[in-house]
């Protein structure tokens, strides 16, 4: 394998770009890891976004996309670090002229967890098998119009209620009472093995609940250097790789961001792809679009669901 080289004989020593939450460190030391067992040799440099400075303001009322990646983005271009990683669900699918998205890796599970206080759970829904199995007009936490119009589609009883933080910070303020129930991506909550036995987790199946497109995912980021592209390019995983792909590409088309009320997950069942979809107009689950399709490809599945997208939306005028 090429490893990156400084001038000389000596190998580079490889700048990391990562926000500095838990969740993102622990993102940034397992590639750093992963790249260590390759003799490439690494170091971390904690950059702050917007979405983390803006920490009181709902996605749905922010302008633009990129909220957590524009300044790692710009730390890339300007040669303050040589590559950064992502939370793939909060990478645009447009990259700037100069850089590339040369590997996805480590696909964890995809699945939204519901994260409840014990007081608020409703046990006869729950026995039910019912998705949100919280009491009537619980307070439930998140900000997603994503989540808010797929609670307001299953439950529009229940109260919506912002939440930003990271995942400790928004698990504690469910413990402090702030809320009765919140949504998170289990992938964070299994990365960061936290301790939740004092409250209820339920993992919401995907075709119950649809998550963000490519979530669970890694992405790297790097400038167009072929030498960087090749030493990183190593760590992509192919199958995972093309399920995520075509989750973005939909996204891509849509041109949607963090305000787009929209879940895809593809994923490979038996001989076949199954892809899980939900598309609505805003955060209440207007002209929601529901789809549950097969294919024999990520990529066949995906332009499946394209068309059915086109013919809703020319339906609906």
């Known amino acids: 394998m090429n490893h990156p080289s400084s001038t000389g ?23 750093q890891s992963l790249l260590q067992q390759q003799g490439i040799s690494t170091e971390i440099t904690i950059i702050k976004t917007r979405g983390d400075r803006i920490d009181d303001v709902p996605f749905s009322k922010l302008e633009g996309k990129g909220f957590f990646t524009k300044e790692l983005e710009d730390a890339q271009l300007e040669g303050r670090v040589d590559f950064a990683v992502h939370s793939l669900k909060d990478l645009t699918t ?34 039910r098998g019912e998705v949100l199995p919280v009491k009537q007009g619980a307070k439930l936490g998140t900000s997603a119009a994503r989540r808010q119009a797929q609670v307001k589609l299953i439950r529009p009883d229940i109260e919506i209620l912002d939440l930003r933080g990271n995942v400790p910070t928004r698990v504690s303020k469910l413990r402090e009472g702030r809320y009765d129930a919140i949504l998170l991506a289990r992938a964070g909550v299994v990365r960061l093995e936290l301790d939740l036995s004092d ?26 250097e072929t030498e960087l592209v090749q030493a990183l390019q190593s760590l992509h ?35 076949i792809f199954r892809l899980e979809l939900l598309l609505a107009d805003d955060a209440e689950g207007s002209n929601a679009l529901r789809l549950s399709l097969n294919g024999d490809s990520p990529e066949a599945v995906a332009e499946s669901a394209w068309t059915r997208i086109q013919e809703h939306r020319s339906e609906a005028g």
Request: one cysteine or more; aromatic letters at 2%.
């Open 9 to 31: 004989s000596e190998p580079r020593i490889l700048r990391i770009g990562t926000r500095g939450s838990d969740l993102a460190l622990w993102q940034a030391h397992t590639v």
């Open 237 to 271: 995983c192919p199958d995972d790789g093309a399920c995520v792909a075509a989750e973005r590409m939909l996204l891509n088309r849509l041109d949607g961001g963090c305000q787009l009320p929209f879940g895809v997950n593809v994923c490979a069942a038996d001989e």
């Open 199 to 224: 409250l209820v987790v339920l993992p919401l199946a995907v075709e119950a609940f649809v998550p963000a497109p490519a979530q669970g995912m890694l992405g790297i980021q790097c400038r167009e």
């Open 94 to 127: 447009d990259q700037p002229a100069g850089l590339t998205l040369t590997a996805m890796i480590g696909r964890e599970d995809p699945r939204e967890a519901l994260l409840i206080r014990p007081g608020c759970v409703d046990e006869a829904a729950r026995e």
